[in-house]
């Protein structure tokens, strides 16, 4: 089969270098959430001005339509000549002197694109007239896909960028604030990690999200810890915790029960307060129990798509006791997925592994056919007869052991009401 | 500089690349970073959706770029177009090829040694209009797979201009075609929509010199449609035959017939002032149709790609179905574009959905989507322009109650 070529079993899945290399970028359905807009414009009072080619404009153009940021972004058009000649800067900064004119916003994201970043283009003088003119803190940023796996991700450097907003505050610990970092949709303050933080003496709570002025942000400075639910906030915990001492925990949304009961141990530790999470653990687990009678027999799939990391979530069905076939992802590895897919190697060696980019993926629906259920709307796409369950972070978030429940009822909600992958897609925007 | 805040900007060159070779089951390779390619599949090519590797991407980095690695980009190219049995590889530049400068006509020449495959490149950077890297793309076809024939056939025509990004889905070209068939002229070939019963869609494009009139409905077309003259003598016609003015002009002129005289609009819609905003060829058909058969006095036209080629003279152009008025207008901008539509005079603007987001004052607007300005935003919306169907579609919105 062509798709055996994109394909490894789990069991020889040792290294980085192991898994299928994609010669060409086959376009895999795998690229979903944290566009480097939507993350510059979590900061409050914040603009983004997007410069370059149109044709990479009008890449973040759409995720901008979609999520309904037009409002606060702006595309400044140039053409190859200009930027090769260095022609562009004076009218960069004229496009931005003039939306900065009639926009009330305090900060401006200027971001540009690969081939500012290959040219090398110095903006240090344009930023600076920009800045001293407007009174407004201008931030460059990159979408540059060419520097993928040699630096921060566009998106990471982005968040990360947040810290020049925290650095100069003045700091007064309170201990009982606690700052969660990596949201896109809020978690709710009648959530369970919101619960079990305040039942423990944290009354203060700051998300990133629910943040309408710099002011507001700012509190961040005095929290006494950090929890960081998506990797995409590492690089900002990191500075926070160097250079601010407020020390981080690294708890990325997860589905496993016994992951899950291991984070709430390491936030303890860090917060240095007891948790009671022993009633949400129990209830969850009375929840579960039902839902996953449901799923006793099917065969699984799970994308790389999904809110949280693929492999954490096959080795939560497979402790499940559920039939977890296939498993979609990239070849970009975090760090701490290596010890899950450890794990998976010793639970369920057999079970294969694709690579969502290769080419000889596009268009493969026939070898899924035996799969009932697919996590992730890129799963969906090649399962073209399973239930997709999107599990997608523009849905909602959550975290802890309700996360699981969440997913189990999303599962059993797609069995009965399936909505198909394409409106996933099309008509919801799950895959950008 | 243009600044885009409301609207979405243009689909470009190598977009208009894979536009035009969609269809034929080839392997276009935009040659970029990674995320060119994946844009262009997930938000303007919605035939991408469980399809197969056809438009990818090279997955240019920072390394490649300084240090060139030519042959590990050549190899991946030749492995993967051989082992997904293409019919053939085109190249698209992009902006980092172009700042670079990639011999991507060098590459092309090593890959057709090494694959047998037919390998063309498309010099496109990134910000021309989507129509200049289609018309590029079309003719570099051409060069490679057509031959003059031993005949021509009769009564025979061929569809220049037919992509998604100016033309939409396949289904709404249909009623163009069948006016075309049902006046008992036959299709050769259709750029680029696959004809039914094809099991090659490179054959019909092979057959494309056997035919003995073209007809051009968008400028992606026109390139094309010159060097098919050029080269082997077929005469074209340009115009979309938008309502049922636009339907019995268009056959008269395959007839080779006088077009009709003007005569009294089959519906006068209650509108003084149209504005059209869209791709130049369906724009002016639109106009053509809200004028004869809607008996709109007025109507104006904004050609979002350029049009000067549609009404350039040129050798083997027989008619063309576009009047130029005093106030039509070109440009993509939208800033120019918010200006004309909230004109005083204004009551009716046709255009693509994003446009409504610029109207400040009350006019009747008719949505008409540009797939190179919202592709799969509006790409699955209810909307015709062809033919009959098409004056159905606009009579229901004309006539329907505010």
Known sequence: ?432 | MKVYHKLLPLATGYFGVSSALYAFDGLVVVYGPAGGAWHINIEDEPRWYRGPATVVGAGLLEMDVILGNDSKFISNIAEVSTQLDRRFVALAGTPISEIIGTDLRGFSRTLESRTSLPVFMVPTAGSEPYPEGASKAFLALARKLMHKPERAVKNSVNILGAIHLSTGKKEHMEPVLQAIEGAGFSLVSVFSVPRPGQTDPLEALRNAPSAELNVVVSTSGLALADYMYATFGIPYVVGMPVGLRGRDDLLALLRREPLPPPSAPARPAPFKHALVIGEPVLSYGLKRCLRHDFGISRVDVVSVTPDAALFKPAGGRQATLAERGAFDACTDGEHEAAALMNAPSVDCIIADPCYEALLTHPARFIPMPHIAMSARLNWDLPYEYAADKGYDYLAERLFASA
């Open chain 1, 1 to 432: 089969m062509r798709v055996d070529s994109a394909c490894i079993k789990i069991e020889n899945l040792k290294h980085k270098e192991d898994f299928p290399f994609a010669r060409l970028e086959g376009v895999g359905p795998n690229l979903a959430g944290w566009g480097v807009i939507e993350t510059c414009l979590l900061l409050p009072q914040s603009l983004c001005i997007m410069a370059g080619p149109s044709a990479c404009l009008r890449h973040s153009a759409f995720m901008a339509h979609a999520r309904g940021f037009t409002d606060r972004f702006y595309m400044l058009c140039v053409p190859e000549l200009d930027m090769t000649m260095g022609r562009h800067l004076e009218k960069v900064e004229k496009g931005i002197r003039d939306i900065a004119a009639r926009r009330q916003e305090k900060v401006i994201f200027l971001i540009v694109g690969c081939p500012d970043y290959i040219l090398g283009t110095d903006f240090t003088g344009v930023i600076e007239r920009l800045e001293k003119e407007t009174g407004k803190r201008i931030i460059l940023g990159a979408m540059a896909p060419i520097t993928i796996g040699l630096k921060d991700s566009p998106f990471t450097s982005a968040y990360s960028s947040f810290y020049g907003f925290l650095k100069h505050e003045s700091r007064q610990p309170d201990p009982e604030a606690v700052n969660i970092l990596g949201t896109f949709m809020p978690l709710s303050d009648s959530g369970e990690l919101y619960q079990v933080l305040k039942n423990a003496g944290l009354t203060h709570i700051h998300q990133l999200p629910l943040y309408d002025t710099l002011e507001q942000f700012s509190q961040m400075a005095n929290a006494s810890s950090s929890l960081v639910l998506h990797p995409l906030a590492n690089g900002l915990s990191d500075r926070m915790e160097k250079e601010m001492g407020i020390p981080a925990t690294f708890v990325p949304t997860s589905y496993g029960f016994g992951t899950i009961a291991q984070q709430y141990g390491a936030i303890a530790a860090s917060l240095g307060r007891e948790l009671d999470t022993a009633p949400f653990e129990a209830t969850a687990r009375m929840a579960a129990e039902p839902l996953l009678e449901k799923l006793k027999g099917k065969t699984i799939a799970v994308g790389c798509s999904i809110n949280g990391s693929p492999w954490e979530l096959a080795s939560a069905l497979l402790d499940f006791g559920l039939n977890v076939d296939t498993i979609f992802a990239r070849g970009t590895f975090k760090p701490y997925e290596w010890q899950i897919i450890e794990r998976l190697r010793e639970a369920a060696p057999h079970t294969r592994a694709y690579n969502v980019s290769h080419p000889s993926m596009c268009g493969e629906t026939a070898p899924f056919d035996h799969i009932d259920v697919a996590y992730g709307v890129d799963a969906g796409i090649f399962c073209a007869r399973a239930a997709n369950v999107p599990l997608s972070r523009y849905q909602e978030q959550k975290h802890g052991f309700e996360n699981t429940v969440w997913m189990l009822e999303q599962t059993c909600e797609a069995l009965e009401h399936p909505v198909s992958n394409y409106d996933w897609i099309y008509t919801r925007n799950f895959l950008i």
